[in-house]
């Protein structure tokens, strides 16, 4: 993942994913196996409980893609869980300030000289097939191998950006737009014409850019991915489950009707 990511940073390829609202095994291979970057198992507003979450994770890395799974709050043991199961990144909402970030950071590290605040707790049995290794070698690398993504999507988030990205062990900030242009006073589906959010958005990019983090953004199409990633965000999907099965067969069902 993180080779992807700095492919990206260089300005190669972006690295790309897909989202997975729904559960299953068979599910996430078959996205997987379409060759993304990484795959995310959305537990925040998937429906998507703990079991099918490890399901969907072994399925993606044996796929040889990178699982990231999206909590749904800032819970340490929700984390520990998702960490466990063997996610190579996780991906945090909400989070609104450098306290906030510090804390995220340090439950999701073990505690060690580079990290003495880190109180992950050992025990991960899982986790180490999910990263071709064994029980040792994911304990000693796991700190520096999964990827911290913090979500900014709020108007206080926006406010203390520069302080969120500078906050050491956050390796991406990711903007959730929908949330976001809530947060601001709009309707969140209108996002993408709203010059407010689009100022928000360029803040949060630069603030990434100054602090050398990556910058990531939501995205449910490759158009809007690829504008993204034109603008110099390294990490977006293009796409999500959900979006896919309603757009493809409500689009049949109309055709159908016209034949
Ligand atoms: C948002 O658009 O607010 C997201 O978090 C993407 O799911």
Redesign the pocket.
């Known amino acids: 993942l993180r080779a992807a990511l700095e492919r990206a940073k260089a300005g190669g390829a972006p690295c790309v994913g897909q989202?997975m609202e729904f559960p299953g095994y068979t599910l996430a291979k078959t996205i997987a196996g379409l060759g993304f970057d990484w795959v995310l198992v959305?537990c925040?507003?998937g429906n998507i409980a703990d079991n099918e979450m490890y399901l969907a994770i072994g399925a993606i890395a044996s796929s040889g893609v990178s699982p990231i799974v999206?909590i749904p709050a800032d819970e340490p043991w929700m984390m520990k869980r998702a960490l466990d199961a063997g996610a190579h990144g996780i991906m945090i909402?909400m989070c609104e300030s450098k306290e906030q970030a510090a804390k995220i950071v340090n439950a999701m590290k073990y505690p060690s000289d580079r990290w003495p605040q880190g109180f992950r707790g050992s025990g991960a049995m899982f986790a180490p097939a999910n990263f071709n290794q064994n029980g040792a070698q994911y304990q000693r690398t796991a700190n520096d191998n999964t990827l911290i993504i913090v979500?900014i999507?709020t108007r206080k988030a926006v406010e203390n950006v520069e302080e969120i990205a500078s906050t050491d062990g956050v390796d991406m900030l990711?903007?959730?737009?929908?949330?976001?242009?809530?947060s601001l006073g709009y309707f969140?589906f209108d996002?993408a014409k709203i010059e407010e959010v689009q100022v928000a958005t360029a803040r949060t990019l630069k603030a990434c850019k100054d602090a050398g983090k990556y910058a990531g953004h939501?995205a449910l199409s490759a158009e809007i991915a690829a504008q993204r990633s034109k603008q110099g965000f390294e990490f977006m999907n293009c796409g999500a489950d959900i979006v896919a099965v309603t757009a493809w067969m409500a689009g049949e069902k109309a055709k159908m009707e016209a034949l």
Not at 174 to 182: C, E, R, S, Y
């Open positions: 989202w959305d925040e507003h999206r909402p979500q999507e990711f903007i959730g737009p929908n949330d976001l242009a809530a969140p996002h939501f």
